[in-house]
């Protein structure tokens, strides 16, 4: 849900495919996709990654700027990182 709220709050348009849980169980050719058999799942061009809080960041710097983004040499930097 993280990335999905990040990129409503950043306005930028996106694509959703509903898998059922767990994907590796259900859906077994998504494996081909994402080995790990994980979601949630993005691609982005030629950018795959399986970790919300990662995707988040990479939002927030590809589609930026944003309100959303904490820098480096503000004080609450830490917390942004460690809930994205």
Do not use: H
Request: net charge negative; with cysteine; hydrophobic share 35%.
């Amino acid at each position: 849900m993280r990335p999905i709220w990040t990129l409503e709050e950043m306005g930028v348009d996106y694509e959703v495919e509903m898998l059922p849980f767990p994907p590796r169980v259900f859906k077994p050719d998504y494996l081909e996709t994402n080995i790990l058999g994980t979601i949630p799942y993005l691609e982005d061009g030629d950018v795959r990654m399986t970790e919300s809080v990662g995707m988040c960041l990479y939002f927030v710097e590809k589609y930026g700027p944003t309100d959303l983004q904490v820098k480096p040499d503000e004080d609450d930097f830490a917390t942004y990182l460690k809930f994205g």
